[in-house]
């Protein structure tokens, strides 16, 4: 109610509401961070929530793969972060799980969509349906790179399923792959590693991460 000079009006305002809860973000170590885990994109993602609030659970795992192969690629349901990942009372998770998959692709491809479907499910269970879920997918890299991730799998052949499974699982898709294809190889990996992030690659995933957020929810 407003008045003036003995006038008085009455004025509908309309309040946006503050979105607060916790955000976790599953993955490898593009959202671990690997070595620049103080740079990693998770780190970045208050800052572009515009004064919502959202604690940020960052539960990457450097070489974390759905399947494990080898010393250093942990099957991720195997490992201390996906512990982790099952806590809490998030409303929103994240999963960008495919990078180092494709480099076992021969023996994982035929069981990566039954294993990514048992984690949405397990989390839906776990929290409940209303949990909003977010596939990210997996971002293209330099080939050669140090790591032996072949980068025509990503592309050809990971991501693809994952658009398919954010569809088939009525999850939310966040491109990442092809937002990035916005960039030059030189913004976005790290030199001398051709797969982990930058800082400019991470708050742009940020930035994405938190825009596809604010849209789900008509903020």
């Not at 790591?147 to 052949?157: K, L, M, S, T, Y």
Request: proline fraction near 4%; glycine fraction near 8%; aromatic fraction near 10%.
């Amino acid at each position: 109610k407003a008045s003036y000079k003995g006038l008085t009006i009455d004025v509908d305002i309309e309040v946006a509401g503050i979105l607060e809860g916790q955000l976790t973000c599953v993955g490898d170590s593009l959202t671990h961070g690997h070595y620049w885990k103080n740079e990693a994109y998770p780190v970045y993602i208050p800052d572009n929530l515009g004064g919502h609030l959202l604690t940020v659970s960052n539960c990457g795992r450097d070489g974390a793969s759905f399947k494990t192969f080898g010393q250093y690629n942990p099957a991720y349901n195997t490992t201390e972060q996906y512990q982790t990942s099952l806590t809490g009372n998030p409303i929103v998770i994240s999963i960008m799980l495919g990078t180092n998959d494709a480099i076992n692709w021969a023996n994982e491809k035929d069981l990566y969509v039954q294993d990514y479907t048992d984690l949405v499910n397990l989390y839906r269970t776990t929290f409940g349906e209303q949990v909003k879920i977010i596939v990210m997918t997996s971002p293209r890299c330099i080939s050669p790179n140090d790591f032996g991730i072949p980068n025509d799998i990503i592309c050809n052949e990971v991501v693809p399923l994952q658009k398919q499974i954010a569809e088939d699982l009525d999850c939310y898709l966040l491109d990442l792959n092809a937002e990035f294809d916005k960039y030059s190889d030189s913004d976005l990996f790290r030199p001398n590693d051709g797969v982990h992030f930058t800082k400019n690659a991470a708050e742009i995933t940020a930035k994405l991460l938190a825009e596809k957020i604010k849209s789900i929810y008509g903020i």
